[in-house]
């Protein structure tokens, strides 16, 4: 994913608290967050079980990059997601790229970092690229063999999913720090819970399907927009007056929260009429 913009972001007030799907900044203003972290908050910002995970691992000192049973977990986790895939895990995005680039180089095809395709975009059509992203809450399941899980770990690692076909052309990966491991585990497995559940409210905005006009399109708890430029950053602005966190960059989706009140969302409705 691209970076942030930084500049739109900083118009924020200063965050004090950041909880479930709500921003607490300085002044005591709440926001809606509908960035969340471009993904990697799509549970919230504080899910269930995460810290005790954290806290647990933290007590027993596992902060430096050793071998794990934790990476055996993880990596099972993942299996519910991805079948018949193997996987990769590195500390930073930048790491993942590096690896990307070199495995594909070896199979003389090129890899721009910028330009992967994102399934929450109606338009995305990743059936004749290397490298896609993969997000929950969207079906089909892509089938390039390099696929990108945007997950709902704040904390990383970077992942891949690889088509078997991929497995020899990338070394073993990164050991990751088990600390961080841990509340990755758990998160996917809160992840697959709610993507079963019968009962989640998360396709469920009515207010909003019936609001969105000509410049958005929706894709499950995803919507996104053809504006970009001044023209988003003018957005931006008037969302986040009326209490709404939109992300940085009109290259990211904006991503329905699981949890909204009806005034927040006859609210966001009357925002995207506009």
Request: hydrophobic share 45%; with cysteine.
């Amino acid at each position: 994913m691209a970076n942030n913009d930084e500049e739109l972001l900083r118009l924020l007030p200063k965050v004090l608290r950041a909880r479930d799907f709500h921003l607490y900044t300085e002044g005591g203003k709440r926001f809606v967050d509908l960035w969340l972290q471009g993904g990697r908050a799509v549970l919230g910002h504080k899910p269930p079980g995460f810290l005790l995970e954290l806290k647990n691992a933290a007590e027993r000192g596992l902060f430096s990059p050793f071998p794990h049973p934790l990476e055996r977990r993880l990596t099972k986790a993942l299996a519910v997601f991805f079948p018949d895939r193997s996987f990769r895990f590195y500390n930073d995005s930048i790491s993942m790229f590096h690896a990307i680039k070199k495995a594909l180089s070896g199979k003389g095809a090129s890899f721009n970092c910028s330009a992967i395709p994102d399934p929450a975009f109606p338009d995305t059509n990743a059936e004749k690229v290397n490298v896609t992203l993969w997000r929950p809450f969207v079906e089909p399941l892509p089938q390039a063999p390099i696929l990108i899980p945007v997950l709902p770990w704040p904390l990383g690692p970077a992942v891949l999913a690889l088509d078997k076909g991929m497995d020899a052309s990338f070394p073993q990966g990164e050991l990751i720090p088990p600390v961080l491991l841990a509340p990755a585990a758990r998160a996917l497995y809160d992840l697959a819970a709610q993507i079963r559940s019968r009962n989640s409210s998360r396709q469920r905005y009515y207010r909003v399907e019936k609001a969105i006009g000509s410049v958005w399109q929706r894709r499950g708890i995803y919507l996104t927009t053809r504006v970009d430029g001044e023209k988003y950053a003018e957005l931006f602005r008037s969302f986040l007056e009326a209490g709404f966190l939109l992300p940085p960059q009109a290259s990211e989706p904006v991503i329905l929260p699981a949890v909204m009140s009806k005034g927040e969302e006859t609210q966001l409705a009357k925002l995207l009429t506009g």
